[in-house]
């Protein structure tokens, strides 16, 4: 069993996506990217142990759906996840990187 950590990367831009993913795969993380609220709520079973989620993106269904949103269904779906613990979110919420930690 590894003790790498997973982190989900939620992102409609692929180019955000990959550089999200090659920063934290080159510091050792298994890092999973998806492009849309929906693909991260359907593997959600994995088990994060870090959700990065951009602010607002487009849903599959072409509504939009922002960060929150999907942080919301997380905690529905899987309310045993300890995403409520401080750093276990983190919502990108500008184009220049700033963050705002979700607790």
């Known amino acids: 069993m ?8 939620v992102d ?3 180019f955000i996506n990959m ?14 990217a998806f492009e849309t609220g ?3 709520l359907q593997a959600i079973d ?12 487009v849903s599959q ?4 759906m922002n960060g929150m949103e999907v942080f919301d269904k997380i905690k529905k779906i899987k309310p045993d996840l300890s995403l409520n613990l401080p750093g276990k979110v983190l919502m990108i919420i500008s184009l220049k990187i700033t ?3 979700i607790t």
């Open 19 to 32: 550089l999200v993913v090659k920063r934290f795969t080159s510091e050792g993380y298994i890092v999973e």
């Open 38 to 40: 929906e693909e991260s």
């Open 99 to 101: 963050t705002l930690l």
């Open 12 to 14: 409609d831009d692929p």
């Open 46 to 57: 994995r088990n994060p142990d870090l959700v990065i989620l951009d602010y607002l993106f």
């Open 2 to 9: 590894s003790n790498q950590k997973l982190i989900f990367v």
């Open 61 to 64: 269904s072409k509504e939009i």
